[in-house]
């Protein structure tokens, strides 16, 4: 009997023990992992208001901002080339063409200038904002290539308009009662010296050359009705065809977009955005709306009623081809220098989307790479030997660590590896359909690296990313959270943009001439650049696929790894 009543004494305080460590350890978990949502504080709004750049700037204290920065004694001559300085420059240049009277309340200022070392056709680039602008949406004609460009053809039928006498219009005083039409179309023959030097006067180009050869002024009291009046200012930007579901391409209109709001001083969470064209759904239509249409959805003028609207501000942003972008495409970058303006674009819309960059440990390596998906039965610049590749960064990188999905395969040894991988083969990310034979073969080539994983801390962390498969704001996550970006040449590395300062970025060129681009965007913004020359680009049943040698590969990420890795070490 003893031992029996001994025997529940000792289970009774077993289970009371367990009970209470168990209502500890739930409690601990409450607090810690599912905390009140009423005491959390919300995110703060983001800054807009560019920095007064300086030389060096940490990733985690944002500068001061200041409305109208000068040119501080530190400001380099590219920073007043493509930066701050530019800007300045470009603001001091605004006139006034269609000024307010008594009784008229209009107004239309534009501020004109040559960037430097861009293609002379897009001369000169020019933004425009105004107060009382009456847009009328009846005056509107599908067309297939802008008025002044009519020989661009890109997009699909009646993806862009023409725009009828009167579409644009404001009681206000223009000689002449209209915005003055120049001869001034995208030039086919080179300019002279003093072309380039004349000081711009109104031509704007391309899109807004069609909007302001439209607009024309009403006589003071005697304007139109409108059919409702917008409050709040709106951001007009017109997109190139095709090319507005391009990273790249789009990155030039969402800078040239963060510009025109910064040089007129409106701030993003108060604008709404109106597209000037009728191009289909992008998948990087969502980050329009999480930047430059905060204050409501997003309005096409394709979808407009056909009637005429009051607008009380109204901003027009530049054409995406009139970006300092699109400088140096064949030659060696003569500014090869970190711009702030850069810098403060990706850190405001890195902080408006919520997306943080991670602190690292040890460096993050991504591999672009790019993969048949949907109803895409061929794809240009695949890799031609990718598991070679892989199996190369395995061999030559020390203690690597890979990422991918531990769904594809088990490793039955357990070892210690952080594992994921960017390749989704979800229906809804490829229509319905069956991903493609690519996404095996990169299951199997992550195999490859799995199986050799070393059990002791890894120095650096590979991961194989298509970022074809991820929505735009996953990649703008994946970017950011990465320290070596490699890839083939591609719209993919604009993400490069996102990356912190101390990256860098190991480009593929496929032949000789192609743009310099994506060089020059990784000096923009301050990271290590190296070139590898491909063999070759050939055919093959499914496209064009890239011949490399691994070890240049190689070589470069694990020169680019080791001074990043010496860096963070330095940081502890």
Not at 246 to 275: C, E, G, K, R, S
Not at 308 to 314: I, T
Not at 491 to 497: D, E, F, R, S, Y
Request: charged share 15%; proline share 10%; hydrophobic share 35%.
């Amino acid at each position: 009997m003893r031992w029996r009543l001994f025997l529940v004494v000792v289970l009774a305080l077993l289970v009371s023990l367990f009970y209470f460590e168990f209502a500890f350890l739930a409690q601990d978990t409450h607090k810690t992992d599912h905390p009140n949502p009423q005491v959390i504080p919300p995110p703060p709004a983001p800054t807009f208001t560019p920095s007064t750049p300086t030389p060096e700037i940490s990733e985690q204290t944002q500068p001061t901002p200041t409305p109208t920065p000068k040119p501080p004694p530190e400001w380099t001559q590219c920073e007043q080339k493509f930066g701050y300085g530019m800007l300045q420059a470009w603001d001091s240049k605004g006139a006034q063409l269609c000024t307010p009277g008594v009784k008229a309340t209009s107004e239309l200022t534009c501020r004109m200038t040559i960037i430097p070392d861009i293609p002379i056709p897009t001369q000169p680039h020019t933004i425009c904002d105004g107060h009382e602008i009456y847009v009328d949406f009846s005056r509107f004609s599908p067309a297939n290539a802008p008025l002044h460009r009519s020989g661009y053809y890109l997009g699909g039928p009646g993806e862009l308009f023409h725009y009828g006498q009167g579409a644009f219009s404001g009681t206000c005083k223009i000689e002449g009662g209209r915005l003055p039409e120049t001869n001034f179309p995208r030039v086919s023959t080179p300019h002279s010296k003093s072309d380039i030097t004349t000081p711009p006067v109104f031509k704007p180009q391309d899109h807004l050359r069609d909007i302001f050869t439209s607009f024309t002024s009403h006589p003071a009291g005697a304007a139109p009705p409108a059919a409702r009046v917008i409050e709040h200012p709106m951001l007009l930007v017109t997109r190139e065809g095709n090319e507005h579901k391009n990273v790249f391409h789009t990155m030039t209109d969402w800078l040239n977009a963060y510009i025109a709001l910064y040089m007129t001083h409106t701030a993003p969470a108060d604008v709404q955005l109106l597209l000037l064209d009728a191009h289909p759904d992008s998948p990087l239509d969502p980050l329009w709306q999480a930047l430059f249409s905060q204050k409501g959805p997003i309005l096409r003028a394709a979808a407009m009623p056909k009637q005429e609207y009051l607008l009380r501000r109204a901003v027009f942003s530049p054409p995406g081809y009139s970006s300092f972008f699109f400088a140096y495409l064949y030659s060696t970058n003569a500014c090869p220098e970190r711009l702030a303006l850069l810098q403060d674009f990706a850190s405001w819309a890195l902080k408006t989307l919520n997306i943080e960059r991670p602190a690292h440990t040890v460096p993050v390596v991504t591999v672009s790479v790019r993969r048949l998906y949907g109803d895409r039965a061929t794809l240009n610049r695949q890799w031609g030997d990718e598991a070679a590749l892989v199996e190369a960064l395995r061999a030559g990188v020390p203690k690597a660590q890979i990422k991918h999905n531990p769904r594809a395969h088990t490793n039955p040894h357990k070892r210690k590896a952080q594992i994921k991988r960017f390749l989704p083969t979800h229906p809804s990310r490829t229509h319905g359909r069956a991903p493609g034979r690519f996404v095996d073969f990169g299951q199997r080539i992550i195999f490859m690296f799995c199986s050799s994983l070393p059990t002791h801390p890894p120095t650096r962390t590979a991961q194989v990313v298509d970022f074809g498969r991820l929505t735009i704001r996953e990649q703008i996550a994946t970017a950011a959270g990465t320290d070596v970006l490699v890839g083939v040449h591609g719209a993919g590395l604009t993400h490069l943009l996102w990356m912190g300062p101390q990256g860098g970025l190991v480009e593929v060129h496929p032949k000789e001439g192609v743009w310099r681009c994506f060089e020059n965007l990784a000096l923009w913004t301050g990271l290590q650049y190296h070139r590898v020359m491909a063999h070759g680009e050939r055919h093959i049943a499914t496209g064009t696929a890239v011949d490399v040698n691994p070890s240049e590969i190689v070589s470069a990420v694990v020169s680019m790894t080791g001074r990043i890795q010496a860096t963070l070490e330095k940081s502890r």
